[in-house]
């Protein structure tokens, strides 16, 4: 029996060595080849977590309120400046010309129509002439300071009488108030460049644009929109240096 037994071994051995030796080839490729994928359970214990992804950041960008009238004469040409004394959220320091570029961002706000120039109807969308509490509000322009002055005096006021639409019992009434410790008597005059966008951005109304405030923020920036100068270059700088002066 021994001898039977050495021969099974020898002819085992034998083969299995003749069997590798054929399959070379596969066994090589078997050890080179990358490694099978790990279980997703597996890759999870050994990869690190995620990056969190951050929200999309929605700027803040200043804009100014005013009278929907009076923001359609500014969008449209018809007026350049801004004359404001401050809204009664704005403390004892009142308006503050704190932005050099701005939405106008129209409301009704305390608008008084017995107030301004019968001249400003012309200049009136049928949006403006009847506004409707809880509408969208339409950004349409936005305004570029080219120059900020306080006017102490009412004789400087008053020589401005033809190039805006408000009346002068309204200027008079924000030029003498001055109920707040601190106020002065007095004016803010802001010359302006307006332009108008193609594509107005439409805002839903908001808690945080109420109140008696001039400078609110909106959600929204002019970077991307197509926008042209509502007063041409060559008829502005006349305008701008006739106030000026």
């Given at each position: 029996q021994m001898p039977l037994y050495w021969f099974a071994l020898v002819i085992t051995v034998l083969s299995g060595a003749i069997y590798f030796w054929k399959n070379a080839a596969i066994v090589n490729e078997s050890l080179e080849a990358e490694p099978l994928p790990k279980t997703s359970a597996a890759a999870a214990l050994e990869s690190p977590a995620p990056e969190p992804v951050s929200p999309p950041v929605t700027p803040a960008t200043p804009a100014f309120k005013e009278w929907e009238a009076i923001v359609e004469a500014l969008g449209q040409g018809a007026q350049i400046v801004i004359l404001r004394k401050g809204g009664i959220a704005e403390g004892k320091s009142g308006f503050q010309a704190k932005?050099?570029?701005?939405?106008?961002?129209?409301?009704?706000?305390?608008?008084?129509?017995?107030?301004?120039?019968?001249?400003?109807?012309?200049?009136?969308?049928?949006?403006?002439?009847?506004?409707?509490?809880?509408?969208?509000?339409?950004?349409?322009?936005?305004?570029?300071?080219?120059?900020?002055?306080?006017?102490?005096?009412?004789?400087?006021?008053?020589?401005?009488?033809?190039?805006?639409?408000?009346?002068?019992?309204?200027?008079?009434?924000?030029?003498?108030?001055?109920?707040?410790?601190?106020?002065?008597?007095?004016?803010?005059?802001?010359?302006?460049?307006?332009?108008?966008?193609?594509?107005?951005?439409?805002?839903?109304?908001?808690?945080?644009?109420?109140?008696?405030?001039?400078?609110?923020?909106?959600?929204?920036?002019?970077?991307?929109?197509?926008?042209?100068?509502?007063?041409?270059?060559?008829?502005?700088?006349?305008?701008?240096?006739?106030?000026l002066a």
């Open positions: 932005h050099p570029k701005f939405w106008l961002f129209p409301t009704g706000y305390h608008q008084q129509w017995e107030k301004t120039k019968p001249e400003l109807r012309r200049y009136l969308t049928p949006s403006a002439a009847s506004p409707e509490k809880g509408k969208e509000i339409a950004l349409h322009y936005f305004a570029e300071v080219t120059d900020a002055i306080y006017l102490s005096s009412w004789e400087q006021v008053a020589r401005l009488d033809d190039v805006h639409f408000w009346t002068e019992e309204i200027l008079r009434e924000r030029f003498d108030y001055k109920e707040r410790p601190g106020m002065e008597a007095g004016l803010h005059l802001l010359i302006v460049r307006v332009s108008r966008i193609n594509l107005p951005h439409k805002l839903a109304p908001s808690p945080e644009y109420e109140g008696c405030k001039s400078w609110i923020e909106v959600p929204v920036d002019w970077e991307h929109d197509i926008a042209a100068h509502v007063v041409r270059t060559e008829e502005f700088a006349p305008r701008r240096r006739r106030i």
